[in-house]
């Protein structure tokens, strides 16, 4: 069986003064306490950060939508990013 035991910092420590905690953390890391978890944005390497945009439609424009996206093997979802970013790259340079 794999030892899967827990890092031995496991609880941050009683600490009777600030050098001696600064020593502490010199030697550990939130990341060996468990349930710590580091917050703030974090992006994945090589994966772009997502911003989530709501469009408002009448039911006909999202039934063409649907329509044009199935006859492309697409769901709509990823066929309005297609045509999004086509849209956005038209007016660079180079293109």
């Given at each position: 069986?794999?030892?899967?035991?827990?890092?031995?910092?496991?609880?941050?420590?009683?600490?009777?003064?600030?050098?001696e905690?600064?020593?502490w953390?010199?030697?550990?890391?939130?990341?060996?306490?468990?349930?710590?978890?580091?917050?703030?944005?974090?992006?994945?390497?090589?994966?772009?950060?997502?911003?989530?945009?709501?469009?408002?439609?009448?039911?006909?424009?999202?039934?063409?939508?649907?329509?044009?996206?199935?006859?492309?093997?697409?769901?709509?979802?990823?066929?309005?990013r297609?045509?999004?970013?086509?849209?956005?790259?038209?007016?660079?340079?180079?293109?």
């Open positions: 069986m794999d030892d899967l035991s827990l890092p031995l910092a496991t609880q941050l420590p009683l600490f009777k003064s600030e050098d905690e600064a020593a953390w010199a030697e550990h890391s939130a990341a060996d306490l468990p349930g710590e978890e580091m917050t703030g944005a974090f992006v994945e390497p090589n994966k772009p950060a997502r911003v989530t945009i709501v469009i408002t439609m009448t039911t006909f424009e999202a039934t063409q939508l649907k329509r044009q996206a199935e006859q492309r093997g697409l769901e709509p979802r990823p066929y309005v297609l045509i999004l970013n086509e849209k956005a790259l038209e007016g660079l340079p180079g293109r």
